[in-house]
């Protein structure tokens, strides 16, 4: 069976796996909501003001992407410069239109040594920036297949037909931190880059893009 074949397969049974099999909530994109416009939102070392602010949030803060909970749920893990904190969500609100289960629309992954990002739109095309000799090589993939985990709602395959590369990923809802900054990302991802001259491995976090 040829790869295009093999693509098609995959995405003929994408449609035959119901929407439930998909089960995870974050990370996803809140706005701060119901802070004065006079005041700000503090952002903690922890989740309870007990804890040191680090940050302030403006009363109007959009596209804050919300990475984890607490034990509670009252608390949301934030990235805000380099480093990660806790906001109330008491004065959060979650976005309209992203999915409640399952892969975010769209997101953006990274990875570092070699620096590489793999780039999911909402009409599920995909970039792979890549360093080479030249400086760096995109490649585009008009459409992603994506298939859930048989026996796990955090795990996703997602394929891809580059051209002269072909790609297979696989997306996780769990903790990831880039080894460069104490940012905390809420999916990781494993990238196998085939090509005729063998299969290249990256791995790395990714982020709720809108």
Not at 47 to 54: A, C, E, G, K, L
Not at 148 to 170: C, K, V, W, Y
Not at 173 to 202: A, E, K, P
Request: proline letters at 4%.
């Amino acid at each position: 069976m040829g790869r295009a074949a093999v693509i098609r397969t995959f995405a003929a049974i994408l449609f035959l796996i119901p929407a439930m099999a998909f089960g995870q909530t974050l990370p996803a994109l809140y706005d701060v909501n119901g802070v004065a416009v006079s005041d700000t939102l503090n952002v903690r070392t922890g989740p309870s003001t007990q804890f040191d602010v680090i940050e302030k949030l403006a009363p109007d803060a959009e596209d804050l992407e919300v990475v984890d909970l607490d034990k509670t749920g009252e608390w949301g893990l934030i990235n805000v410069k380099e480093t990660s904190g806790w906001v109330s969500l008491k004065f959060m609100k979650r976005q309209a239109g992203q999915v409640e289960e399952g892969l975010p629309r769209a997101f953006a992954c990274y990875g570092t040594e070699p620096f590489w990002s793999f780039t999911v739109a909402p009409d599920l095309s995909a970039t792979f920036d890549e360093p080479s000799d030249a400086g760096t090589r995109q490649t585009r993939i008009d459409a992603l297949v994506v298939v859930p985990s048989a026996n796990r709602t955090d795990r996703h395959a997602l394929f891809g037909d580059g051209g002269e590369q072909i790609f297979t990923t696989m997306v996780g809802h769990n903790q990831c931190f880039d080894g460069m900054s104490d940012r905390t990302y809420g999916l990781s991802i494993d990238l196998l880059v085939s090509n005729q001259d063998g299969v290249n491995v990256y791995s790395g976090c990714c982020s709720v893009e809108q």
